[in-house]
């Protein structure tokens, strides 16, 4: 029998986020009848052997022998499954606990919803501009280079309430298998970067709609990429010459060779620019980071006892909260905190609600697991 929903991760050194990830999808696919695959792109983390140990029984794992890349790597577990919609998502992700089936009544009422995306929050609660997005078409490529951004981001729409959009985030991407099978899978001319705009454009190409509905996750926004990487950058404005030649190739020269400068500006600029700081730094020119973290520990009396013992044993600067406490009132937060919330006690909607709903200033947000007694952040991993 087919099932309703496959849920694809593509993993690579993020063996925590990654679980976090999977255990959050498990409370929001409760009542859905689904499957988990996680594709691993030769991680060396021991992410198999830990998913393996951690996840028993309800993920599949495919373990790739090299790096394949994100289209490749999800497309093996696309052709593995038969079922009606297929997710992609990233592995440095949380949902809500609706989310899922927010998203699937949605797309069960709107028979021409080829894919749809989610309202992102960035790691201190925020919205993230990327959960709705036009087609970078030559005009408005060139605005957002010059920095005007504002049709690139659809800023126009509401956040809260269901809007139709150009191109669907890969860090969440539900997919109908039916669209899928008439346009085809994702390129595989892409590495990584550029596959989810490519694979919304063919999507809207062939006669269907990409929606953004206002369903909650958070994004700690490629925490397996090493963004200060030469890699990085090649990898990104490659995808970005990739698209641009499939798509706008048949474009005048008035129009293309513009572009395409600009495209191989800006990735030189951003290789002088990552050049620059390393130089400094290997000046010992670098600006000092003098600012601790304060780490605020929010939940249960057996998540605080953990905690307390987790601040003194790695030297934390650390303040802890109990439940009740923390609900009688609205606490202000310094720059350099980060709230961290107990998952046992939180559901993963109510820390985003909570993180989001912050005046002032926002700290970021942390989790921790009191099963597998590790605090997880945008920055580090603690156990």
């Not at 989810?196 to 269907?208: A, M, N, Q, V």
């Not at 990735?267 to 605020?296: C, H, I, P, W």
């Amino acid at each position: 029998m087919m099932k309703e929903l496959t849920i694809v991760i593509v993993s690579y050194n993020v063996r925590h986020y990654l679980e976090q990830c999977i255990v959050s999808v498990q409370r929001a696919a409760k009542d859905i009848d689904h499957e988990i695959y996680v594709v691993d792109n030769h991680s060396h983390d021991d992410t198999v052997a830990f998913l393996q140990k951690r996840f028993p029984t309800g993920v599949t794992v495919i373990e790739n022998l090299h790096n394949e890349g994100f289209a490749r790597a999800n497309n093996l577990a696309i052709r593995q499954s038969s079922s009606e919609y297929v997710l992609l998502l990233n592995p440095d992700t949380f949902l809500s606990e609706d989310c899922l089936s927010t998203v699937l009544s949605f797309m069960d009422q709107h028979p021409q919803a080829g894919g749809v995306g989610v309202r992102m929050h960035n790691c201190d609660g925020s919205l993230a501009r990327e959960s709705r997005r036009g087609l970078p078409t030559p005009w408005v490529s060139m605005l957002k280079m010059l920095g005007f951004k504002r049709r690139y981001y659809m800023s126009h729409l509401s956040w809260d309430a269901a809007g139709r959009i150009d191109v669907v985030s890969g860090a969440f991407c539900m997919l109908r298998r039916t669209a899928l099978d008439q346009i085809g899978l994702l390129d595989e001319d892409f590495f990584m970067y550029g596959e989810d705009i490519d694979l919304s454009y063919r999507l809207l190409k062939g006669g269907y709609e990409n929606w953004y509905v206002p369903a909650d996750i958070l994004h700690y926004k490629g925490e397996s990429t090493q963004k200060t990487s030469y890699r990085y950058v090649h990898v990104f404005y490659q995808a970005m010459l990739i698209f641009f030649r499939k798509h706008y190739s048949h474009q005048t020269l008035f129009v293309t060779v513009p572009i395409k400068l600009a495209i191989y500006a800006r990735a030189f600029l951003a290789l002088v620019q990552m050049q620059y700081r390393r130089l400094r730094s290997s000046l010992g020119m670098r600006k000092r980071d003098t600012s601790e973290t304060n780490y605020v520990f929010v939940g249960s009396d057996t998540m605080l006892q953990q905690c307390r013992e987790l601040a003194r044993r790695r030297g934390l600067k650390a303040t802890f909260i109990g439940m009740q406490a923390f609900a009688d009132r609205q606490p202000q937060y310094q720059p350099a905190t980060c709230l961290v919330y107990d998952t046992s006690s939180f559901s993963y909607q109510q820390i985003i609600s909570c993180s989001y709903a912050q005046q002032g200033y926002r700290p970021l947000i942390g989790t921790y697991s009191c099963q597998s007694q590790t605090l997880i952040t945008p920055k580090e991993i603690i156990r």
